[in-house]
Nanobody, 123 residues
């Protein structure tokens, strides 16, 4: 069992930056591939980024490539999402997720979800 708790969301102006954190409980965190998803009002939850269990491989949605960076610290049981050059269309609830495979995460095959943190980008 893995419990995920996100933090770091908030209100920021367009062009600004935020860093989301996802703290995981459980001794098996380092064996999971981790991802970030987001869901805007009236839209489906979408894949944002994923990182392999050792942190060697990363994957991004085209809409955030070059602006967002996913990373993890297995010693701290934490995964991060650094978001730069934020745009109003990045406004959404951001969810942390754990999955057995990175390809599965990209298809929303998730074993565990966090509760989400709100990110609002004003124009």
């Amino acid at each position: 069992q893995v419990q995920l708790v996100e933090s770091g969301g908030g209100l920021v102006k367009a062009g600004g930056s935020l860093r989301l954190s996802c703290a995981a409980s459980g001794r098996t965190f380092s064996s999971y591939n981790m991802g970030w998803f987001r869901q805007a009002p009236g839209k489906e939850r979408e894949f944002v980024a994923a990182i392999s269990w050792r942190g060697i491989s990363t994957y991004y949605a085209d809409s955030v490539k070059g602006r967002f960076t996913i990373s993890r610290d297995n010693a701290k049981n934490t995964v991060y999402l650094q978001m730069n050059s934020l745009k109003p269309e990045d406004t959404a609830v951001y969810y942390c997720a754990a999955g057995s495979t990175v390809d599965g995460l990209r298809r929303k095959q998730v074993d565990y979800w966090g509760q989400g943190t709100q990110v609002t980008v004003s124009s």
